[in-house]
């Protein structure tokens, strides 16, 4: 790949030379789609990327999808180890002592090489301690599943044509008709994953990848020739170089050589994802503009599980989606046919190859988060650690948290007995283990109590905005890859005709 990334990759000193109008950290969907947005308005665009360039799509829509003893190869090139702790341990995580429990990623394009598809909305309710209203969120979502190419229930709203189920197997229709026969409505899972037909020409895109989307714009280039968007591989922020309420630059080295250069940008747009955007932020020092900087943390509850089945469904495919509701805070999906087995996060899109005499379905339950002040981001001091890994995460379960997790782990009984299946293995994980986190950089409707505004912009730095789950005060049981991709196209517009306002 090395030979491939001299295509596009940007030093930053040919960045730095010609400073962009916005400079954005990060290549997930939030930096991506943002990066994207601002140039389809007319801005010049860098990113800067920390991980290498590793696959120029998502890793189930090309031929790795049938390696599975390599996907998780895959992964090792770019995944590193966290923390992840309780106030107890607080004290060792801060020193290093503490085993890792948890994984992150560094590569072109984040996590969106590896996530698993499943894209749903949150509910109206869960927008209510947000800064703005789901009504007015709607239409960013409808935005971000075209942009995705998303297919499945749900999607493109109540007003939209049905968008084609992904799965329509025969052990898909008896997987749901157990299921609703006992009142539980469950349907098809919003995926993002394209099923459109080819057609004149145009292929469909399988799972959505911000990597994919990134070097399909035509305004990707080299800064020495003057592209409009331009990325620079295995380059870190490492610091944001602050005078007042200004950010003047943004400190960052290279990753191959060590080499440091501060870049000047009009705009710094921080889309590291919800823990690194923190981090970057705390080792900027910004916690003292702004007290509340890493704190209200949090990740979704998350019980999973394996049913298993007196006899196999017929087929392969299934994979159901149980919904939440404003009185059950949590929705659950259902992948199956598989030998007995458990979920790998490193071969996330395993359920893509299933067994046809497979009895055992894996289940996932994913709970609403309401993160606390006291859960929060903190920098480690271990000496000679790669800068982007100094730091630990803590949060501690609420007695609300724990509430629901036992009725999730009570729902996941019903539901086996919905279809006809036992409980043949269950874990309640860890806060972290969901991998949605989101927090640190909280929104809100005024300066007081919050750290940026609703457009994701510092309430108390002028050029500062955050397009990821940072700035999210709390979440629906939903996964976070379509509402942090419809944030960031939310963000960017608002960027966007904030800097030709103040032009
Ligand atoms: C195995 C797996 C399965 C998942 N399944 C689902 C699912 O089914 N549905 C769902 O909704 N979500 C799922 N997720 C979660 C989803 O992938 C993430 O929530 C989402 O992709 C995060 O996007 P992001 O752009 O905010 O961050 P990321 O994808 O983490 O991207 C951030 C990028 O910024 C870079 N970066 C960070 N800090 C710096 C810095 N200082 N300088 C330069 N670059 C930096 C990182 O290297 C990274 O590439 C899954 C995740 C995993 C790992």
């Not at 894209?119 to 979502?141: K, V």
């Not at 020495?224 to 990325?231: M, N």
Request: aromatic content about 8%.
């Amino acid at each position: 790949m090395d030979s491939l990334t001299r295509l596009f990759h940007s030093p930053p000193a040919s960045v730095a030379a010609a400073p962009p109008d916005c400079l954005v950290i990060g290549s997930g969907t939030a930096g991506v789609t943002a990066a994207l947005a601002l140039v389809a308005e007319g801005y010049r665009v860098a990113i800067i990327e920390a991980g290498p360039f590793v696959l120029a799509e998502h890793v189930g829509s090309g031929p790795f999808a049938k390696q599975h003893a390599v996907v998780p190869e895959l992964h090792d090139l770019v995944r590193h180890r966290t923390v992840w702790t309780d106030e107890a341990h607080a004290g060792d995580a801060a020193a290093g002592t503490l085993e890792t429990n948890n994984n992150a990623w560094l590569a072109v394009g984040g996590r969106t090489l590896f996530w698993g598809g499943c894209t749903p909305r949150f509910l109206d309710s869960d927008f209510a301690d947000w800064p703005h209203d789901a009504a007015s969120f709607r239409p960013w979502y409808e935005r971000a599943e075209a942009l995705i190419g998303a297919s499945g229930a749900g999607v493109g709203g109540a007003e939209a044509d049905t968008a084609p189920d992904f799965i329509g197997s025969s052990a898909q229709t008896r997987l749901l008709a157990r299921l609703i026969a006992a009142g539980l409505p469950a349907g098809a899972p919003p995926l993002g994953l394209d099923t459109r037909p080819v057609r004149n020409g145009s292929m469909s895109r399988g799972f959505d990848s911000s990597v994919a989307r990134l070097l399909r714009c035509p305004s990707l280039g080299r800064a020495s020739d003057g592209a409009a968007l331009t990325i620079s591989t295995e380059c870190a922020a490492i610091a944001l170089r602050r005078d007042g309420a200004r950010i003047v630059s943004v400190r960052v080295q290279d990753r191959r050589d060590g080499a440091i250069r501060d870049i000047a940008a009009r705009h710094v747009v921080l889309a590291g994802g919800a823990v690194q955007s923190t981090r970057l932020c705390l080792a900027s020092g910004l916690e003292q503009v702004d007290p509340l900087v890493g704190r209200y943390v949090g990740d979704h509850l998350f019980v999973q599980a394996v049913l298993r089945l007196p006899e196999p469904l017929g087929h392969h495919a299934a994979y159901a989606f149980i919904p939440p509701l404003p009185e059950r805070p949590f929705h659950v999906q259902m992948q199956g046919m598989f030998g007995e087995t458990w979920y790998n996060p490193l071969d996330a899109t395993m359920w893509l190859d299933g067994e046809r005499d497979g009895r055992y379905l894996l289940y996932y339950c994913f709970g609403i988060s309401k993160a606390p002040h006291a859960a929060h981001l903190a920098l480690s001091d271990v000496a000679g650690a790669d800068p982007l890994h100094r730091y630990y995460v803590v949060a501690d379960r609420t007695p609300e948290d724990l509430a629901t997790l036992d009725a999730m782990e009570q729902f996941t009984g019903q539901v086996a007995s919905a279809i006809g299946a036992e409980v043949f293995r269950m874990q309640r994980h860890h806060a972290g283990a969901a991998l949605h986190e989101f927090g640190g950089l909280r929104m809100g409707a005024s300066a007081e109590g919050s750290v940026t505004d609703p457009n994701g912009r510092f309430w108390r730095i002028d050029n500062l905005s955050c397009m990821d789950a940072a700035t999210w005060p709390s979440q629906g049981s939903a996964n976070s890859y379509l509402t942090i991709t419809a944030t960031a196209l939310r963000n960017a517009a608002a960027l966007a005709g904030a800097l030709r306002d103040a032009a």
